[in-house]
C-alpha cells in the first residue's frame, strides 16, 4: 500500500488563526491536538498533518475499497522534521514527509517497501492527468519501453501502473494541488 499528497502553499491559507484553529479541530485526532497547540509553526504544520493523512488515506483504501475520508480518525505521531507514523483501523504507516516555503509533499507506506516518488510544478499547457515523467521514470527504473506502461483506475478510484506486454501492475498513488503534481509508485 503507497500513498502520497501535496499542499501548494500558496493556494492553501487561511484568512485568520481562529479559521485554522477550528479547521485543526475538525482533523486533528485528540492525541494531535495538543502537539499543535503548542507549536509555533502552526501554519505549516496544519498542512503536514492534513498531507500524512490524506496518504495515508490513499494507501488504505487500496485495500479498503468501502474507507471514507475521515482524518480525525487517522493518528499521526510526529516524530522528526521528515518522518512520521500514523495509525488508521489496526493498520500502521511509515510516512515521509518534504517541507519547503512553497509545498508540503507527503509519502505514506505500509511497511518497508521500494518506492519511486516524485513531485514537480506543473507547467503551461500541462495538466493534472499528464503522467509522462512518471511513466518515464518507472520505465527507466524497470527497464522497460515508456509506451509499455499505461495507467488505469482500479473500481474508478484506486490508479495503478500496468505494463501492456507482461500484464504486471504496481500500486501507485497520484496527487496535485494548485501548481504542484507528484507521484509515488510502489514495486
Not at 494507501?59 to 474507507?67: G, V
Not at 500541462?126 to 518515464?136: A, M
Not at 527504473?141 to 505494463?163: H, M, Q, S, V, W
Amino acid at each position: 500500500m503507497i500513498g502520497n499528497d501535496i499542499v501548494d502553499l500558496n493556494f492553501a491559507s487561511f484568512n485568520s488563526e481562529e479559521r485554522r484553529d477550528r479547521y485543526a479541530l475538525k482533523i486533528l485526532h485528540p492525541n494531535e491536538q495538543e502537539f499543535y497547540q503548542v507549536s509555533s509553526e502552526k501554519s505549516v504544520l496544519i498542512w503536514r498533518y492534513w498531507s500524512i493523512k490524506e496518504a495515508v488515506y490513499k494507501a488504505f483504501a487500496q485495500q479498503n475499497l468501502a474507507a471514507v475520508f475521515s482524518p480525525s480518525k487517522i493518528e499521526v505521531t510526529i516524530r522528526s522534521s521528515k518522518n512520521a507514523t500514523a495509525h488508521i483501523a489496526g493498520n500502521h504507516f511509515h510516512c515521509t514527509s518534504i517541507m519547503s516555503e512553497t509545498l508540503v509533499y507527503t509519502v505514506a507506506v505500509a511497511r518497508s517497501a521500494v518506492y519511486l516518488s516524485s513531485y514537480f510544478m506543473m507547467k503551461g499547457t500541462q495538466h493534472s492527468g499528464d503522467h509522462t515523467r512518471l511513466k518515464q521514470a518507472a520505465a527507466q527504473l524497470l527497464n522497460l519501453e515508456t509506451n509499455r506502461l499505461f495507467i488505469a483506475k482500479r473500481n474508478g478510484k484506486i490508479p495503478r501502473l500496468y505494463d501492456r506486454k507482461s500484464q504486471k501492475s504496481w500500486p501507485m498513488s497520484i496527487t496535485h494541488h494548485g501548481n504542484f503534481m507528484g507521484y509515488a509508485l510502489r514495486f
